[in-house]
């Protein structure tokens, strides 16, 4: 057939593959990866992942690079393993990069056979590792200590921070790159943006309980998640509780803001609560109840909830 003919060509006409296997004074950058798997690369270049080392806020509390201790998960080396991982010497700039993770002896390695009929490079195929949250918690190690506490029912990493997408492997940029994707059929997998997006992802987060004690208001928040909320062992997260009053005329009375944060031990644990009291003002016909997620770093404020509880005529009247 004469796409065949034309494929067996065109690999002929190819430069060797080897390169992006091998580690000498160089090693495989995430953009030589992203030629060929561009949503992939695409995803990782705006994840924390991809700045895990040039952040400035990470190089400021480093006292830039300083602190050491710190280097081995921000430039890990370049290869897979199940033990903590080691600092790279070479282009520490790259971060937690493509094979960071996905060098496995001489292969590329991911958690699903592969579907195409060429493979450029050698594929090892281990869904028992990298659908493992052991793979996260090589360097998220205090939050595979919380995971591990809890004994309910519970996602893994990779199912809350890599959201389910359905595509092919690699996509075409065209040309001979045509011919190969086309051999390949869609699957479900993961993304690789490492976060939290979506609206129903949010609300599985935090749930909140609201009663009432004479003329207080107990308000119970109960975290979902199996680790702490907040988490993170560095980077300055926290929580906000702010909770407001308002009139009949529509006047807002602040009645409370509490912070949330692991190093102010006012964090909720994995599948924990917190409860937070107040009393409501005479001629009070709603409660606000707002709680958000901060950074002091770049990252944009996350609504967490954001309610308001009608609070009924016996209180307004007094």
């Known amino acids: ?39 992939i690369y695409q995803e990782w270049s705006k994840s924390d992942h991809a700045t895990a080392y040039v952040n ?15 280097l081995s998960c921000h430039a890990p080396q370049l290869t897979f393993s199940d033990q903590p991982p080691t600092v790279r010497a070479m282009d520490r700039n790259e971060g937690i990069t493509c094979v960071s993770c996905h060098l496995d002896q001489g292969k590329h390695s991911g958690p699903l056979e592969p579907t195409g009929k ?47 997408v359905v595509r092919k492997m690699t996509q075409s940029s065209g040309g001979f790159s045509d011919i190969i994707v086309s051999m390949e059929h869609e699957i479900p997998q993961r993304r690789h943006d490492f976060a939290i997006k979506t609206p129903e992802s949010i609300n599985e ?32 997260r926290i929580l906000v509780l702010e909770l407001s009053t308002l009139d009949g005329q529509g006047a807002e009375q602040s009645l409370a803001r509490v912070e949330l944060a692991p190093e102010m031990k006012t964090h909720i644990p994995a599948h924990g609560t917190r ?11 709603s409660l606000r109840l707002r709680l958000r997620r901060l950074s002091y770093w770049d990252q944009p404020e996350l609504d967490l909830v954001n309610q308001t509880i009608e609070l009924g005529r016996d209180n307004a009247d007094g």
């Open 275 to 285: 409860e937070h009291r107040v009393t409501i003002p005479v001629g009070s016909v």
């Open 205 to 236: 987060m935090v749930t909140t309980e609201v009663r009432r004690i004479d003329g207080d208001m107990v308000v119970t928040l109960h975290n979902r998640l199996p680790h702490s909320l907040p988490t993170g062992d560095y980077g300055f």
């Open 1 to 39: 057939m004469l796409w065949i003919a034309l494929l067996i060509a065109g690999l002929t006409d190819c430069a060797s593959f080897d390169y992006l296997t091998k580690v000498t004074e160089e090693f495989p950058k995430a953009k030589q990866c992203g030629k060929c798997h561009i949503e």
């Open 118 to 164: 060429i493979a450029p490079h050698p594929i090892g195929v281990h869904p028992e590792i990298y659908r493992d949250v052991g793979i996260c918690g090589r360097c998220h190690q205090d939050i595979l200590r919380q995971w591990n506490s809890v004994t309910d029912e519970k996602k893994t990493c990779q199912e809350c921070h890599m959201s389910e």
């Open 56 to 70: 400035p806020h990470y190089r400021q509390m480093t006292d830039d690079y300083t602190f050491d201790d710190c």
